[in-house]
C-alpha cells in the first residue's frame, strides 16, 4: 500500500537521555536540543510543560503539580509521560514550512533511538512501543557506545578495536568495538546524576547544609574537576541551600578541591569500570586501543581534568570527542543515512 506519510516526513535520530534528549533531523542537522523533563497536572495527569519549560518548574511547584523525569538510569520510568514528551518532540520536528500548506499533520517518521547497552528486552521494548505509540512508522535502537563511536567517526566496521566511553546524565557506557559489533561491553548506572547527588551528599555532611539537585549540578559544571588544575584548584563559588540544624537559609563558599573531593569516588569507580573493560579486551583489540587511545564522549566527557585522570590511572591517551553531548545523536543520524550500517548495528527495531 502507497504510504504518503513517509514523504511528508522527516526521518529522525534521538539520543533519549536521562538528563536531555536531542533531536536530529536527517540531512538538516540538530533540531532539538531539551532536558528530559515532563511537568503535569497531579489528578488529571494532563501535561503542562515540556523541555526547558518544565525544568525550570523543578523543585518550585504547587501542590497540584508535578515536575518529573520520565527516564531513570537510561531507561524508561514512567511510559505514558515519555510517549507524550516523544510526542511533542515528533510534532515539534514537522512544524515547518513545508508541511504548513499541505495535507493535516500526521507524521510518521522513521526514528532511530540510543539506548544504554546494559538494557533488558522488556525496558527495550518499551522504549520501541513508546516512539511508535508517539507516530513514529519505525523505530529502530542502537545502543549508546556504538552511536556514539560512529557520531565520532571512527572505524566501527574495520577489524580493529575502538574503545568508547559515553558518560551521559543517567549511565556511563563503556564499550569495546571491531567489526561492526561490540566485543566487550560495560553499563553502569553511574553517571552524572551521581555526581550530582555526591555533591549534595558533601555538603550536607560536611556542612550540615541542605541543596537541592539543580544547584549541584551547576555547582558542577561551574567549579567541577576530576584532577588537580593550576588554575583551576583557584576556582570558587558561593553554594546556597538551608541549615539542617536552624532550617534557616545559608550561603557557603566552596573550591574547586572541595568539589573534587566530593566528586572523586564516583569518578574512581567509572575508572575502575574502564580498567575492568581493559582487562577483558583480547590482546590483539588491545594492541589497537593502545595505538588508537580511547574516546570519551557524553556530558560527563566536559568534566575537567577527566581525560587526564583516566589517563594517568589506565596509562592510555585519552581523547574526548568533538561536542561530546552531540556525539550520540550524531552518531544516530548517520546511521539514518547508511541503511546497510543500520541494519548491522542495530539490536531491535522496525513496525510494531
Not at 542537522?29 to 526547558?52: D, F, N
Not at 563559588?237 to 566552596?254: A, E, F
Not at 572523586?264 to 567509572?270: C, G, L
Amino acid at each position: 500500500m502507497f504510504d504518503i506519510w513517509k514523504y511528508l516526513s522527516f526521518d529522525i535520530g534521538i539520543d533519549l537521555g536521562t538528563v536531555n534528549t536531542l533531536v536530529l533531523v536527517k540531512s538538516k542537522g540538530i533540531a532539538i536540543r531539551e532536558p528530559t523533563v515532563v511537568a503535569l497536572h497531579k489528578k488529571t495527569r494532563q501535561i503542562l510543560a515540556i523541555g526547558a519549560d518544565a525544568k525550570r518548574m523543578l523543585g518550585r511547584t504547587p501542590v497540584s503539580i508535578e515536575a518529573i523525569r520520565p527516564l531513570r538510569g537510561g531507561v524508561i520510568s514512567d511510559f505514558d509521560t515519555t510517549e507524550a514528551m516523544l510526542r511533542y518532540f515528533i510534532h515539534k520536528v514537522h512544524e515547518t514550512p513545508v508541511n504548513r500548506w499541505s495535507l493535516p499533520k500526521i507524521p510518521k517518521p522513521r526514528v532511530v533511538v540510543g539506548i544504554p547497552s546494559g538494557v533488558t528486552e522488556v525496558e527495550r521494548r518499551a522504549v520501541q512501543d513508546a516512539c511508535l505509540s508517539a507516530g513514529a512508522r519505525e523505530a529502530f535502537l542502537i545502543e549508546e557506545p556504538m552511536a556514539a563511536a560512529i557520531g565520532a567517526k571512527l572505524p566501527v566496521e574495520e577489524p580493529d578495536g575502538v574503545m568508547v566511553v559515553d558518560i551521559g546524565g543517567g549511565t556511563c557506557e563503556i564499550a569495546v568495538i571491531s567489526l561492526g559489533g561490540m566485543v566487550i561491553n560495560k553499563s553502569m548506572r553511574i553517571a552524572g546524576d551521581e555526581l550530582d547527588e555526591s555533591i549534595v551528599s558533601y555538603m550536607r555532611l560536611r556542612y550540615g547544609m541542605l541543596i537541592g539537585e539543580k544547584t549541584a549540578e551547576d555547582v558542577k559544571i561551574e567549579i567541577g574537576s576530576a584532577y588537580p588544575l593550576d588554575k583551576g584548584d583557584c576556582l570558587a563559588t558561593v553554594v546556597r541551600g538551608r541549615d539542617l540544624q536552624t532550617g534557616l537559609p545559608k550561603s557557603l563558599k566552596i573550591t574547586a578541591a572541595e568539589i573534587r573531593e566530593a566528586l572523586s569516588p564516583i569518578i574512581t569507580q567509572i575508572i575502575s569500570g574502564v580498567q575492568e573493560v581493559l582487562e577483558e579486551t583480547p590482546p590483539e583489540l588491545l594492541t589497537d586501543i593502545v595505538e588508537r587511545g580511547i574516546f570519551l564522549a557524553g556530558g560527563g566527557a566536559l568534566l575537567r581534568g577527566l581525560d587526564k585522570r583516566i589517563a594517568e590511572e589506565t596509562k592510555l591517551p585519552i581523547y574526548i570527542t568533538d561536542d561530546p553531548l552531540t556525539t550520540v545523536v550524531r552518531g544516530c543520524g548517520e546511521v539514518l543515512n547508511n541503511l546497510d550500517l543500520l541494519s548491522k548495528v542495530k539490536v531491535t527495531g522496525g513496525l510494531r
